[in-house]
């Protein structure tokens, strides 16, 4: 998938997000934002800028979301970023709700809209997880100049074959044709038993 895949199925496909930000003391708040429109240049939204909401995201310019679509667990998918954010103001306002026009009947008038402000997620890093494949399926993005970051089990030279990696996985997505061993990615869980039960440490955790 390319990167305007991934911000599509959020904008158009989710559209409503937990997003998560920290108070004056650190702690975590969430809140329920929809992704309103996407470009090349990253991911809108807006906020009314009386609300906490817009003062957490002023102070730390910072963000993490997630949202998630499917009838069940096991037909969802979930897409996961965080990222900086910046304040575009009142420019993209009318775009916006010419593109969401549920929005109207919110904040009808030009001077009930001057509440408001747009943001733009314009770098970070994200992940695709699909529930709804057997095995499961994942994948790692990032954009708007942010680095790539290995997360995840990898399998060094240290490993003898002894396969009880792939026998305590619960998705069975590693492949034990050569040695060393090699874990898919695109089809971890990220749970960790391969690291607990390999007798040589060979499964190193990225990330």
Known sequence: MEMKDYFNCLVNRIHTTVVATTDDRGLPVTCA?????????GLYFLTAKGKGFYSRLKKDSYLSLTGIKGESTMTSTAVSIR????????????ELFDKNPYMYDI?????????????????????????????IERS???????ETAEEGYFVNNN???CMKCYLN????????????????QKNCLHCGRCFDVCPVKAVEKRG
């Open 140 to 146: 790692s993005f990032v954009f708007g100049g942010a």
């Open 33 to 41: 934002i929809d992704l309103m429109d996407y470009d090349e240049s």
């Open 169 to 184: 996985c619960p998705q069975k997505c590693i492949d034990i044709t050569s040695k060393p061993v090699k874990i898919e």
């Open 83 to 94: 990222g900086k954010v910046r304040e575009l103001g009142y420019e993209k306002t009318k």
């Open 107 to 135: 904040y009808p008038t030009d001077e009930s809209q001057k509440a408001i402000s747009v943001f733009q997620i314009y770098e970070g890093s994200g992940e695709w997880f699909d529930l709804s494949k057997k095995p």
């Open 159 to 161: 490993c003898i074959g």
